[in-house]
């Protein structure tokens, strides 16, 4: 015989095909039409990339703003009153944040299923790898965006003064800590790659919308005390945030750039608080050990 004969009892249905591998029907009698190959599933299909409404990013960015600026001119307003430095941290960090908190909320239960997953709020034991990997190059695109403002002489400003006026006291140190290092990577992730990149997706081509983003982000740090020093600040941001974008749109979640950003204002933090860049005079230098973001 030069064929095995098909199965006579099994009914009728796709079988794994005898002669030739693949997948073939039989009709309860007899094998029909030709084996239909398969293709092996090597690796797990990935999520497609997640998107919101752009009004979802828009909001976000206009909150975030609104916020921002009303919280520098109550701080402004309130300095007079000599009180303690944690004060105008919590005060600062409150008003500057909370609003985007609440959007935050709403979004993910108008557009979304009510979970902070929505927004790619997610994290794996991976991310502990990523995470550092991020911030490296993140560093590494921020000396090479400080080169660029020396090569043509850009103006550029600092974002944050050394040593905190030499104050040693625990609790300013430790809510400069807290806001800088837990309430500003979750708050700025989450609104910035959570949000904004994610609206920006559903009505742009994916490097517009992470460039985008990325220039909002830096932006964003701008402050007019800083005058056109704010030029190259924004400038150097902006490379930073288009990383951690292109991270969180590679990742489609932004546990490892919650964690790059962390450990960017926390090393940032520490150079500052011990006085390392209390003599720094050149913006490479500046940018490369500090880009507090």
Same mark, same amino acid.
Request: a negative charge; charged letters at 15%.
């Given at each position: ?25 039989? $009709? ?9 190959? =398969? ?7 990935? $999520? ?53 908190? +609440? ?10 299923? +009510? ?37 043509? $002489? ?41 949000? =904004? ?25 701008? $402050? ?66 500090? +880009?507090?973001?």
């Amino acid at each position: 015989m030069s064929e095995l004969p098909p199965p006579n009892s099994a009914p009728a249905g796709w079988y794994t095909d005898p002669y030739g591998g693949g997948r073939r029907y039989f $009709d309860g009698r007899e094998w029909v039409g030709e084996p239909v190959p =398969v293709t092996p599933q090597l690796a797990e299909r990935r $999520d497609a990339h997640p998107s919101l409404p752009a009004v979802a990013a828009w909001g976000a960015l206009l909150v975030l703003t609104v916020s921002l600026v009303a919280s520098k001119l109550v701080v402004d307003g309130l300095v007079g009153n000599d009180w303690p430095l944690i004060v105008y941290i919590v005060i600062a960090s409150v008003l500057a944040y909370g609003p985007s908190i +609440g959007w935050v909320v709403y979004v993910r239960r108008r557009w979304g299923e +009510g979970r902070f997953r929505d927004l790619g709020w997610r994290f794996r034991w991976s991310d502990l790898g990523w995470g550092p990997l991020t911030w490296l190059v993140a560093v590494v695109t921020q000396a090479l965006l400080a080169l660029l403002i020396l090569l043509i $002489d850009i103006p550029f400003a600092s974002n944050i003064e050394a040593g905190g006026e030499g104050t040693d006291e625990r609790t300013y140190i430790v809510a400069l800590l807290v806001a800088a290092v837990i309430a500003a990577p979750l708050v700025e992730e989450i609104v910035f790659r959570g949000l =904004v990149m994610r609206g920006f997706l559903s009505a742009m081509h994916p490097a517009v919308a992470i460039g985008l983003q990325g220039l909002l982000f830096g932006v964003a740090h701008v $402050d007019p005390v800083r005058g056109v020093g704010n030029i190259g600040l924004a400038l150097v941001l902006s490379g930073v945030g288009v990383v951690l974008g292109g991270a969180a749109y590679l990742f489609r979640r932004i546990g490892p750039v919650v964690l790059a950003h962390a450990i960017l204002n926390a090393v940032a933090l520490t150079l500052a608080l011990t006085g390392v860049l209390d003599d720094i005079d050149s913006p490479f230098d500046a940018v490369f050990l500090l +880009g507090l973001v």
